[in-house]
Structures are given as structure tokens and as C-alpha cells.
């Protein structure tokens, strides 16, 4: 099934601008992780997913494993009718590897099953549209059952509108949110993006997979909330050798790098995610080892947990 071509995110963007419209709210803007796992299938932990819910709108980053009905989980637990799998129809990406796309399909096709009736607005690197018209293709034949049988379901409603990200800056704005892409370096990987967003008077940043990252140092400058990935530097040098090590180093950020990150950014809160623990979660303090330099508020997140 062809899509559109991607949507301009320029002119998409200016047609924001040009409403008015404001990314101040009447309420605070809720950040909610639906999961904060890794590639490792941990049962507890599902694929990376931050939902950040505003004026009962909900915003996804990443569709990790699980998503759909991590958010619909998160939806009963806490009352939020936004993260109902029908009202799922956003979702940014930090980059393409599989434990953040692996429930891009769930979320393509599950909310527009059980009733969603918009499409799913899908922002990401390049290599997100093609992702998606291939997601369209090997789906055909459930999706021509489902609208040429007795479900009757509208395909219109199901065709996402993909706006692939040329760089850094500006690409979404509504009278909820508005959201800054941020370059970010993680490893081999030609485009990857954090998140800086505004919304419901609450300024929060994401990191998604990266190296110590300075655009995300200069994005979160006293923000109310930074969402950020880690990994254990006490596990670190115990359990890989030289080859392997500088995998994690150019992919990822350590406790101690994050401990310097946060000193100089100052968040009000910080939040791990995607934590790698190099070894049974119970024997791996990643807030103790942060907490030798850095002295703020920081906790290690769990999914469905709310801030």
C-alpha cells in the first residue's frame, strides 16, 4: 500500500505559526513511561515509550515493544483517557533501532481496529517513511479483511501522515505542545534525535539512545523534567572487554557522565530510562552512582510510573 510522500515539515511548521496558537495550557503536562527496557527482553521493562499527556492529548516518543497496550495499561491505572489505545494518533521517534520501532505496527494498526478515527501523525529520521510503507505492505492482507470484509473499517483513518525530520530545530507545534528535535550522536547512526518539549507549563526533555550529548546538556537548562538513557559505570569496565566497551561508549551515556551532564543542566527532576544494568537489576544502584556528584532530585524510572 503506497503512502504519501512525507509531509514538509517546514510548511507543516509554519502553518502553525502563522494560527497563533501557543504551547501554554491550563493544566501541567503529565510525563508517563510506558516503557524504559532495552533489547534485553525483560518482562518487567517494555520497549523504550515516554507518553507526555497535556489538556487530554497524548504524545508518544518511541514505540518500543509493548505500547500499545503498555499506554491503554496506564490509561486504567491512572485515569488518563488520553493514553486510551483509541487516542493514540502521535508519535515522534529518536531514531530506527528495533527496541524503539518494534511497536510501530502495534500502533499503526491496534488503535485503528478497536476505533481510532485519525490517522497517525509519525514524525522521525529519514528512513521512517520507507519503514512505514514497508509496515503498510506486509500488513496488506489484514488490512484489505478488515476494510473490504465484514468490519468494514475505514482505510482513511488508518494511512499515517509521515513528516520525516531533515535536522535539528522546530517540528511540531498545536495549542498543546511544542517539540524541538535535537541532534544527538549515538554511534553509527546518521541521524538520531532527542527531544526538547513545552507543553502544560512544563518544560521536559528527552534524550532517547545517546552519548554524553552537549545539545542535550544546552536543551535542559534548569527544565522541570529530563528523561534521560544510562548505563551502569561501576558494571562497565567488569563485565565487557575493549571490543564491546566501545560499543556502549559511543552509543550510550554512563552514571557518571550523566552525573556531569545533569550538574552543569540542572533539571529539577531527573529521570533514568533505558537503563542498562550490566547484570541482575537488584545488585546495580544507578541512582547511588549518580548521586556521588550529582546532588539533585533523580530517580530511577520504572514503566507506568507518572511525573
Known amino acids: 500500500m503506497p503512502l504519501p510522500k512525507p509531509t514538509s515539515l517546514l510548511v507543516l511548521f509554519a502553518g502553525f505559526l502563522g494560527a497563533g496558537t501557543s504551547a501554554g495550557a491550563a493544566e501541567p503536562a503529565k510525563v508517563v513511561l510506558l516503557g524504559t527496557g532495552t533489547p534485553?527482553?525483560?518482562?518487567?521493562?517494555?520497549?523504550?515509550?515516554?507518553?507526555?499527556?497535556?489538556?487530554?492529548?497524548?504524545?508518544?516518543?518511541?514505540?518500543?515493544?509493548?505500547?500499545?497496550?503498555?499506554?491503554?495499561?496506564?490509561?486504567?491505572?491512572?485515569?488518563?483517557?488520553?493514553?486510551?489505545?483509541?487516542?493514540?494518533?502521535?508519535?515522534?521517534?529518536?531514531?530506527?533501532?528495533?527496541d524503539h520501532t518494534l511497536g510501530y505496527p502495534d500502533l499503526l494498526l491496534t488503535p485503528w481496529v478497536v476505533g481510532r478515527r485519525q490517522p497517525l501523525q509519525v514524525f522521525g529520521p529519514k528512513g521512517i517513511a520507507a519503514m512505514t510503507s514497508h509496515l503498510m505492505e506486509a500488513y496488506g492482507a489484514d488490512i484489505q479483511v478488515r476494510t473490504e470484509g465484514f468490519e468494514g473499517l475505514n482505510k482513511r483513518t488508518l494511512e499515517p501522515v509521515v513528516h520525516e525530520i531533515e535536522g535539528a530545530g522546530p517540528v511540531y507545534k498545536d495549542e498543546n505542545i511544542s517539540v524541538r528535535a535535537l541532534a544527538v550522536p549515538h554511534g553509527s547512526w546518521p541521524q538520531a534525535f532527542g527531544y526538547a518539549i513545552e507543553a502544560?507549563?512544563?518544560?521536559?526533555?528527552?534524550?532517547?539512545?545517546?552519548?554524553?550529548?552537549?545539545?542535550?546538556?544546552?536543551?535542559?537548562?534548569?527544565?522541570?523534567?529530563?528523561?534521560?538513557?544510562?548505563?551502569?559505570?561501576?558494571?562497565?569496565?567488569?563485565?565487557?572487554?575493549?571490543?564491546?566497551?566501545?560499543?556502549?561508549?559511543?552509543?550510550?551515556?554512563?552514571?557518571?557522565?550523566?552525573?556531569?551532564?545533569?550538574?552543569?543542566?540542572?533539571?529539577?527532576?531527573?529521570?533514568?530510562?533505558?537503563?542498562?544494568?550490566?547484570?541482575?537489576?537488584?545488585?546495580?544502584?544507578?541512582?547511588?552512582?549518580?548521586?556521588?556528584?550529582?546532588h539533585g532530585i533523580v530517580v530511577n524510572g520504572q514503566d507506568l510510573t507518572v511525573y
Do not use: W
Request: glycine share 8%.
Open 200 to 294: 502544560g507549563g512544563r518544560s521536559i526533555v528527552i534524550s532517547g539512545d545517546t552519548a554524553l550529548s552537549e545539545s542535550i546538556a544546552e536543551a535542559c537548562r534548569q527544565c522541570d523534567v529530563l528523561v534521560h538513557e544510562v548505563y551502569s559505570a561501576d558494571r562497565f569496565d567488569l563485565v565487557f572487554g575493549q571490543r564491546r566497551g566501545r560499543y556502549h561508549a559511543n552509543f550510550h551515556t554512563s552514571t557518571k557522565q550523566l552525573a556531569e551532564l545533569a550538574a552543569k543542566s540542572k533539571p529539577k527532576l531527573l529521570v533514568l530510562y533505558h537503563q542498562l544494568y550490566f547484570g541482575p537489576q537488584q545488585e546495580v544502584d544507578l541512582v547511588k552512582e549518580i548521586r556521588r556528584t550529582y
Open 40 to 98: 534485553i527482553p525483560d518482562p518487567s521493562s517494555s520497549g523504550p515509550c515516554v507518553a507526555v499527556v497535556v489538556n487530554g492529548h497524548s504524545y508518544l516518543f518511541d514505540a518500543g515493544p509493548g505500547v500499545v497496550r503498555r499506554a491503554q495499561a496506564a490509561s486504567g491505572k491512572f485515569g488518563i483517557e488520553a493514553l486510551d489505545a483509541t487516542n493514540l494518533t502521535h508519535v515522534f521517534f529518536t531514531h530506527l533501532h528495533s
